[in-house]
Nanobody
């Protein structure tokens, strides 16, 4: 079964850091662009960052300078390193491949 599984979320104080992981199962994702998205309560899901198969990256303005997306193709895993976290970063974070393959999400809560 092809699926994405996120992990690494949790509760952290403002200014802290978290590292999210997205592991792919069922087939290799090394040739695909992968993305991290987030959805806060009462808000639409939004793009956080993407990474192409060649390692090119793109970030939402809210993530620039604080978040880093990376990938380990040998492990079929994509990461999101988040630093200097703010209360407004609180959301469920989702991994996505292509148009419609989503993970189940991992909760990130930043206390102020």
């Amino acid at each position: 079964q092809v699926r994405l599984v996120e992990s690494g979320g949790g509760l952290v104080q403002a200014g802290g850091s978290l590292r999210l992981s997205c592991a792919g199962y069922g087939r290799t994702f090394r040739f695909n662009t992968m993305g991290w998205y987030r959805q806060a309560p009462g808000k639409q899901r939004e793009l956080v960052a993407t990474i192409t198969s060649g390692g090119g990256t793109n970030y939402a303005d809210s993530a620039k300078g604080r978040f880093t997306i990376s990938r380990d193709n040998a492990q079929n895993t994509v990461y999101l390193e988040m630093n200097s976290l703010k209360a407004e970063d609180t959301a469920v974070y989702y991994c996505k491949q292509g148009l419609s393959l989503w993970g189940q999400g991992t909760q990130v809560t930043v206390s102020s």
